[in-house]
T-cell receptor, first 114, second 109 residues
Framework: DAGVTQSPTHLIKTRGQHVTLRCSPI?????VSWYQQVLGQGPQFIFQ???????GRGNFPDRFSARQFPNYSSELNVNALLLGDSALYLC?????????????FGPGTRLTVL | EDQVTQSPEALRLQEGESSSLNCSYTVSGLRGLFWYRQDPGKGPEFLFTLYSAGEEKEKERLKATLTKKESFLHITAPKPEDSATYLCAVQDSNYQLIWGAGTKLIIKP
């Protein structure tokens, strides 16, 4: 079975631009979470979606938004990019929303903002 | 405030030299504690989930244990391929994961 896939793998943008990152979950997984990971740190929670509804939001500005589609894939959008947005963006999916459910991660999208 | 602290930040071991990584946490309403392994430039790979104090889980050379305030990841007779960053995360009452900064493990042949 295919794991979590993310696209693109790498992305270079300039300050002020907009970016869209995509995530396809493992088949049957209905929950998608997005994380930002800066080099040398653990992932920071951005959003969680379950059954196409936002179920949680981390401490990120309104420039960050996301949505989940009927096929459970998801997009993360970031507007007005700043240099500090440069990071590895990780998508994680799980079957449900409960504590017994493990999150499985994709390979990430490396975003560089110049 | 919910918090996860991992120590040490980095650990260098000789091949075959056993050791432990620590993850201490403060969280209200702990639902689970997770260990992941992350190789450079890749997404975290799931290792273990622990739910209650006293619980232990093993996988090859790794063993994870949990108390009410911390978790340990014991690595026995490590090999160079065990070199990676090991991340610990706790799941809070809202089912969200709070992550530590990780321990970078380097195993020298």
């Amino acid at each position: 079975d295919a794991g979590v896939t993310q696209s693109p793998t790498h992305l270079i943008k300039t300050r002020g631009q907009h970016v869209t990152l995509r995530c396809s979950p493992i088949s049957g997984h209905k929950s998608v979470s997005w994380y930002q990971q800066v080099l040398g740190q653990g992932p920071q929670f951005i959003f969680q979606y379950y059954e196409k509804e936002e179920r949680g939001r981390g401490n990120f500005p309104d420039r960050f938004s996301a949505r989940q589609f009927p096929n459970y894939s998801s997009e993360l959008n970031v507007n007005a990019l700043l240099l500090g947005d440069s990071a590895l963006y990780l998508c994680a999916t799980s079957l449900w929303l409960t504590s017994t459910d493990t999150q499985y991660f994709g390979p990430g999208t490396r975003l560089t903002v110049l | 405030e919910d918090q996860v602290t991992q120590s040490p930040e980095a650990l260098r071991l000789q091949e075959g030299e056993s050791s432990s990584l620590n993850c201490s946490y403060t969280v209200s309403g702990l639902r689970g504690l997770f260990w992941y392994r992350q190789d450079p430039g890749k997404g975290p790979e799931f290792l273990f989930t622990l739910y209650s104090a006293g619980e232990e889980k093993e996988k090859e050379r790794l063993k994870a244990t949990l108390t009410k305030k911390e978790s340990f990841l014991h690595i026995t007779a490590p090999k160079p391929e065990d070199s990676a960053t090991y991340l610990c995360a706790v799941q809070d009452s809202n089912y969200q994961l709070i992550w530590g900064a990780g321990t970078k493990l380097i195993i020298k042949p």
